[in-house]
């Protein structure tokens, strides 16, 4: 059985772990161990050829990359992944979605997606993508990092979810 708390924050808000299941649609996809070590390999071919000084040639096998996984990385992603992730990692992040556009998603669902971002994990990436992409707020992941000034230092994820959603595009 799972152990549920409920925490007052300084500012009187109530947090808590219990878990909301998602609906399929916001998991991350499942990823074969086949598939990732496909995408290493074309990870290293990309590498290889941005490193070999043949730039068409590895321009042309970036532009049928990003063709065939709907990503739009350049050349010198290849080279550089390494500086932030795994190879594996990056893999992972290549074989899921690269804009996971999830229709109707609601408040309690962003407030899970928060939640689930917090607490981290191995598909915390996914998730962080989710919120970007699923809200108008830009860069709506940066509000659990870097809150504005009138939110408390470490905002609930409901106050975070609220930000969020109270961002109003400017109409021009």
Same mark, same amino acid.
């Given at each position: 059985?799972?152990? &549920?708390?409920?925490?007052?924050? =300084?500012? =009187? ?7 909301? %299941?998602? @609906?399929?649609?916001?998991? !991350?996809?499942p990823?074969?161990?086949? @598939?990732i ?7 290293? @071919?990309? %590498? ?44 992972? %992040? ?5 804009? !996971?556009?999830? !229709? ?13 971002? &917090? ?19 830009? =860069? ?9 000034? @009138? ?8 106050? &975070? ?6 961002? %109003? !595009?400017?109409?021009?």
């Open positions: 059985m799972r152990n &549920v708390w409920v925490l007052t924050v =300084g500012d =009187g808000s109530l947090v808590h772990n219990a878990a909301m %299941e998602l @609906r399929p649609e916001l998991l !991350p996809p990823v074969s161990p086949e @598939r070590a496909e995408l290493c390999a074309e990870i290293h @071919r990309m %590498e290889d050829l941005a490193l070999s000084g043949d730039r068409v040639e590895a321009e042309a096998a970036v532009a049928a990359f990003n063709e065939a996984t709907g990503h739009a990385c350049g050349l010198w992603d290849f080279v550089e992944y390494d500086a932030e992730r795994s190879i594996e990692e990056f893999a992972l %992040e290549l074989a899921r979605p690269s804009w !996971p556009r999830v !229709p109707d998603v609601t408040r309690d669902e962003l407030v899970e997606l928060v939640r689930r971002i &917090v607490a981290g994990g191995p598909d915390t990436d996914y998730y962080l993508l989710l919120l970007d992409t699923n809200t108008v707020h830009p =860069g709506a992941s940066s509000v659990i990092f870097h809150p504005p000034a @009138r939110l408390p230092r470490e905002p609930s994820p409901d106050q &975070v979810v609220d930000e969020i959603l109270s961002y %109003e !595009p400017i109409a021009l």
